[in-house]
């Protein structure tokens, strides 16, 4: 399995940056230290073709897609993407792939979204028996799964690397450990905001957690983890705690800890701020040198 350490860097804005700027803002992460950056696909650019340029402008830094979406593109044309990227890197590509969400498939790309786990099984097995007539690697690349629930996350465990859960609390880590047994890679993603004042850090969390919890599969996850609908619907400010680590740097690496204590192998940092064209690069660099990432 591809060693992405035990903290990364989780970051969803890059899409509002030109290409040129991406490709020195991921020297600029590279430079801190971080060992892994990982980038969401929904409807901006292209996650596998953006992971080309983010590896070539870097040389250590680990990409991962977190994550991409099964639905944007033929299984065949994923597996040969992924072996392509894994053997031009030098081994430095790790694939997220999701089912995303029913308003993504069925709303934005007309697709149907019915039966998503069963897709996700066929997937995969198209993944693994498809033809590929070019150079690779000498060893096989790595896959992860978006895995919330118990079928997915078992799935994730026995046929792919592992499972990179998102927008979830470190009870959801000791809940996924146990489901997927003690080998699988688990690496959730967990969001902070740095503010010395915890209330306004919770109210600037609380907006950007509005988006997810319209999504059923993230609402649903958190029900089953003993949430109300009342928080849901808030989000209550027990709610905003548990997804949001708000507060200063030490209360990020508080929850990293409680993350790895409960059986996470990695934990992806995504910081929140008001502005999302404006990115935290001090907030990374603090962040990395706090969690003595150098």
């Known amino acids: 399995m591809i060693n992405i350490g035990r903290n990364g860097l989780w970051v969803g804005t890059l899409d509002q940056q030109p290409t040129s700027r991406v490709r020195e803002v991921c020297a600029e992460i590279e430079a801190m230290g971080w060992p892994t950056l990982w980038r969401p696909e929904s409807i901006g650019r292209d996650a596998l073709v953006a992971s080309a340029t983010m590896l070539e402008a870097t040389t250590t830094l680990n990409v991962a897609t977190g994550i991409a979406q099964i639905h944007a593109r033929h299984p065949q044309t994923t597996a040969a993407a992924q072996r392509t990227l ?27 979204y019915s039966t998503p786990y069963s897709d996700m099984v066929a997937y995969l097995d198209a993944m693994a028996s498809g033809p590929f007539d070019a150079v690779a690697a000498p060893d096989e690349p790595d896959t992860v799964l978006a895995a919330l ?47 010395s004042d915890r209330g306004q850090a919770r109210e600037l969390a609380k907006p950007h957690m509005a988006r997810y919890l319209a999504l059923p599969n993230y ?15 808030g989000p209550s400010d027990k709610l905003a705690d548990a997804i949001v680590a708000c507060g200063t740097i030490d209360h990020a690496l508080e929850r990293v800890r409680e993350h790895h204590d409960a059986g996470a192998d990695h934990v992806c940092l995504q910081v929140l701020v008001a502005d999302p064209t404006q990115l935290p690069i001090e907030v990374w660099r603090d962040l990395a040198a706090a969690l003595e990432l150098r």
Do not use: C, W
């Not at 031009?88 to 790790?94: A, D, I, K, M, V």
């Not at 999701?98 to 790309?109: C, D, E, F, N, T």
């Not at 792919?160 to 809940?175: I, K, N």
């Open 86 to 112: 894994h053997e031009s890197s030098g081994g430095r590509f790790l694939l997220g792939l999701g089912v995303s969400h029913a308003p993504l498939i069925a709303g934005v790309r007309g697709l149907d």
């Open 219 to 233: 609402a649903n996850n958190l029900l089953r983890l003993g949430f109300t609908e009342a928080d849901v619907a």
């Open 149 to 195: 629930g118990p079928r997915m996350l078992r799935l994730a465990a026995d046929k792919t690397g592992g499972a990179h859960p998102y927008f979830v609390p470190p009870e959801h880590s000791a809940y996924a450990r146990d489901i997927m047994g003690p080998d699988a890679l688990l690496a959730p993603e967990q969001m902070v905001v740095i503010a």
